[in-house]
């Protein structure tokens, strides 16, 4: 006599049955959005699965990108590659790899933009890196990576990528601009901001740690906006806030700080930049790439208060190094790696 099923088999078995139902609904929904699409055309496809806002710099920046394709005038469709489409962008590995193979075709370019290392910025590998490549050894025509850093270390890794360029994040201009005006700063407290969507510990934890345990509050006043695991006594701390509500508070701050380790392309440290805000850098990642003079950088918690006391000293003088790259350069960056010129699909 079979022995009867336990509650964790039956549901093992409820769990499968239901995974192969939503394989099977996906693989449905396919082949028919593979069949509607068949003759029709946009100027560019993206995989990519958004979340809703408030959400990571990736998010960010691809909405940006696209709002300034579709400003030009260009048609962008999202997770299919229509019949006439001869340029898709797929997006590290945020989107279903399934249904890009069955839209990819031989006869539409594709570019796929990579993120990380994914295992050297989560401080685990958990194979994401290896998926990457698998999929851009069989799909990709070309890579855009975010930096020079991020480039590197894929090959310092061995992780091989077809055709790579470096092409910067940036942010949306008229999200993130400079404040018209400026709180002067005489004597106050330097105002530092730090924000972040992840609650990953390398996001700079233990740069806020200390600082919760250590800052001055009549020198420095500390504000982290974003989630965060630990509860702050003299850190201010703000939920998560959408693109306008962290524009807003950005240009009330004079210095931002970018604790992040291994951080290929920090979105949010592109923003505080664009609002006219100097950083206070770890030293790590693609930060100097992104920062150049218009900040300091430092290696352990202990060095901020020297880092930010001479920002302090010369608030001006960094701010006028900052260089954000604008949206429109990069926007005529990747139309150029998908084999356009001056800005005209073929």
């Known amino acids: 006599m079979e022995a009867p099923i336990g509650v964790r ?47 990571g710099g990736g998010h960010q920046f691809l909405r940006a990108l696209v709002r300034e394709l579709e400003r030009r005038g260009l048609s962008v469709e999202h997770n299919r590659v229509s019949g006439g489409t001869q340029a898709c962008l797929f997006n590290s590995f945020n989107f279903d790899f399934a249904r890009l193979r069955r839209f990819a075709r031989d006869d539409c370019r594709i570019v796929h933009r990579v993120d990380g290392p994914i295992g050297v910025y989560r401080g685990f590998d958990d194979g994401t ?34 055709a790579p360029v470096v092409i910067s994040n940036t942010v949306d201009p008229a999200i993130f601009h400079p404040p018209a005006t400026r709180k002067p700063f005489d004597g106050r407290p330097l105002r530092v901001i730090a924000s972040s969507w992840s609650q990953n510990e390398r996001k700079g934890a233990d740069v806020l740690a200390w600082l919760d345990d ?8 500390v504000t982290f906006v974003g989630q965060s695991r630990r509860r702050f006594s003299r850190i201010e701390h703000v939920s998560a806030l959408d693109s306008h509500g962290v524009a807003r508070l950005l240009r009330t701050y004079d210095v931002y700080l970018a604790a992040s380790r291994d951080d290929p392309c920090s979105n949010a440290l592109l923003e505080a930049l664009a609002c006219g805000l100097p950083a206070a850098y770890r030293d790590s990642g693609g930060h100097p790439e992104l920062v150049g003079a218009a900040g300091l950088p430092f290696r352990a918690p202990e060095e901020l208060p020297d880092v930010l006391e001479r920002l302090a000293t010369d608030l001006d003088a960094f701010r006028a190094h900052i260089a954000v790259p604008s949206l429109s350069d990069v926007a005529d960056a990747y ?9 005209t699909p073929p």
């Open 9 to 55: 088999q039956l549901a093992a078995v409820r769990y499968s049955v239901r995974s192969v139902g939503r394989h099977a609904v996906r693989r449905v929904r396919t082949e028919l959005a593979r069949s509607t699409t068949r003759h029709g055309r946009a100027d560019v496809a993206l995989f990519h699965e958004f979340e809703p806002a408030p959400a």
């Open 129 to 162: 890196d290896a998926r990457i490549a698998e999929v851009n050894a069989e799909l990709a025509d070309a890579t855009v990576l975010q930096s020079r850093y991020s480039l590197e270390k894929h090959v310092e890794l061995g992780i091989e990528l077809r």
């Open 214 to 221: 250590n800052v001055d509050p009549q020198r420095v006043a």
């Open 335 to 343: 139309l150029g790696v998908f084999g356009w010129r001056a800005g």
